[in-house]
């Protein structure tokens, strides 16, 4: 079992920056590919990035591509996602999932066996 919990959302400026953190707890020996997605529509969650274990390769959805940064720290169990140049479009409830099984593509939520209980990011006008 993984427990993950986000942090750091809140209610920003368009243009303003927000650092999300996502530490997971419990089966914490294994590394795994980490993931953000966000609520966009009723239940449907967008791919907003991802994480392999060591770091090493990051993945971004198109939208967000240029403004947001996934790292990710293994020795405190966390995974970041830094948020630049927000627009209201952005504003969305943030997941981060993690992938303890391997294989699958990083982009779709069913590759994720793990997942937080989101945390709100707003962005005004």
């Known amino acids: 079992q993984v427990q993950l919990e986000e942090s750091g959302g809140g209610l920003v400026q368009a243009g303003a920056s927000l650092r999300l953190s996502c530490v997971s707890s419990?089966?914490?020996?294994?590394?795994?590919?980490m993931g953000w997605f966000r609520r966009i529509a009723d239940n449907e969650r967008e791919f907003v990035g991802a994480?392999?274990?060591?770091?090493?390769?990051?993945y971004y959805g198109d939208s967000v591509k240029g403004r947001f940064t996934i790292s990710r720290d293994n020795a405190k169990n966390t995974v970041y996602l830094d948020m630049n140049s927000l627009k209201p479009e952005d504003t969305a409830v943030y997941y981060c999932?993690?992938?303890?099984?391997?294989?699958?593509?990083?982009?779709?939520?069913?590759?994720?066996?793990?997942w937080g209980q989101g945390t709100q990011v707003t962005v005004s006008e």
């Open positions: 999932a993690a992938n303890v099984r391997s294989g699958g593509t990083v982009y779709v939520t069913t590759t994720y066996d793990y």
């Open positions: 419990g089966r914490t020996s294994s590394r795994y590919i």
């Open positions: 994480i392999t274990d060591s770091g090493s390769i990051t």
